[in-house]
């Protein structure tokens, strides 16, 4: 066995007899009559069972499911950066996340389309506890992290998960995909968490752990969504913060939330490649700081960059002004646009709960504060 059995994708060796297990599950049916709706069950089910490889599982029946994902629940999809990739080459993409299952996914349709290396990407286990889940998502290249866990199992994961992401970029030359911290954010203030940057060094030998990010390249992503298909879901666990209550997830909470994410409104949906680190690395590297302080540099560098590849909407200029009162950025939306993002928020929000109106703003408006932040610690006077 290999010491990463517990956790990888599939090997290509495998991906037959995997997907002959699940040909035949309702939930398998259903994403194919979405993806092909004028296909025949037989064709693509044929097509399916003579399919051999991991890429040609995700390029001949994930790709077309994510096109169709966008083409009927979204306004389109636009995309920046992707020419200062390099072919045949391999990225740690740390991105914020917003999404269990598009954020991924469009970037690997994005790589696909621009000749890229595609990636495997981290994906929690609780999120895939169900067999067709499970095995859907080795086929298309996920890894699972293992979560809830406490001490030294805890430890042992985290080192599991380094060492399997080391294999991938330096001696697979394939593409890592991770979320700036664990979980998706729930509030639009994205923040990359210190623990996922250490828990990437732990595969490296000898004391100077950050050394493993002058080894590999590090691409910071930011992914926009207009409209948050899932804002709605996270109503419940703002609540119980509000109370000071431990939120616990309903039974099938996290399946819910990845449907919504497939088939709830985005209107238009922006990814930006945020350039390669390596010269940001090489400073940091050289700076006289200890090692949890070069990972807080190496972290707050990350969120320049993610904060600075927002693509803004309508809807967080709309809710940036109603949060705060005022009318500092109408000029970014119109009064149409602004009527239509109060009709949605008053479909789905108690408007009798001021804490939950605030919460829902505060969402779609952080972005507007954290772009504007990064910009000002970039601009030419603040370096004076």
């Not at 994005?110 to 990636?119: A, I, K, M, Q, R």
């Not at 039974?251 to 994410?261: H, K, T």
Request: net charge neutral.
């Amino acid at each position: 066995m290999s010491q990463f059995d517990s956790i990888r994708p599939f090997y290509d060796a495998e991906a037959n007899a995997a997907i002959r297990k699940i040909v035949d599950d309702p939930m398998l049916e259903a994403m194919m009559s979405f993806t092909f709706p004028t296909d025949t069950r037989e064709h693509w089910k044929d097509l399916m069972v003579h399919t051999h490889s991991l890429r040609d599982f995700q390029v001949n029946f994930i790709y077309p499911g994510v096109q169709k994902v966008l083409e009927k629940s979204s306004e389109g999809l636009s995309t920046g950066g992707f020419e200062q990739l390099k072919s045949n080459t391999a990225y740690l993409f740390i991105s914020n996340h917003r999404d269990i299952i598009l954020d991924t996914s469009l970037l690997n349709s994005c790589l696909y389309e621009n000749g890229l290396v595609l990636t495997t990407s981290a994906i929690g286990d609780n999120l895939i506890q169900k067999p067709f889940l499970h095995t859907l998502s080795k086929l298309n290249r996920n890894f699972a992290i293992k979560r809830g866990l406490q001490g030294r199992a805890l430890l042992e994961s985290s080192q599991m998960a380094s060492a399997y992401i080391k294999k991938s970029l330096l001696s697979e030359n394939r593409s890592v995909w991770t979320a700036q911290r664990e979980g998706r954010t729930k509030d639009g203030n994205d923040a990359t968490h210190r623990g996922v940057l250490k828990m990437l060094t732990l595969s490296e030998e000898g004391a100077n752990g950050f050394g493993y990010f002058e080894k590999i390249k590090v691409v910071p992503i930011s992914i926009s969504y207009e409209y948050d298909p899932t804002d709605v879901l996270k109503m419940p666990e703002w609540l119980a913060k509000s109370r000071d209550e431990k939120y616990v997830k309903g039974e099938n909470e996290d399946f819910l939330n990845l449907l919504r994410g497939i088939i709830g409104t985005k209107k238009r949906i922006h990814l930006q490649v945020n350039g390669v680190l390596d010269k940001e690395i090489a400073e940091i590297s050289k700076m006289e700081l200890s090692q949890p302080d070069k990972l807080s540099k190496l972290a707050e560098c990350i969120d320049q960059k993610i904060w600075t590849g927002y693509k803004l909407w309508p809807s967080n200029y709309i809710a940036h002004d109603l949060l705060y009162g005022d009318n500092e950025y109408e000029s970014f939306y119109t009064q149409d646009e602004k009527k239509s993002f109060e009709k949605r928020m008053n479909e789905k929000v108690n408007t009798k709960n001021e804490f939950l109106i605030k919460s829902f703003l505060a969402m779609y408006a952080n972005p507007v504060n954290n772009q504007k932040n990064a910009l000002s610690i970039n601009s030419p006077a603040s370096q004076l």
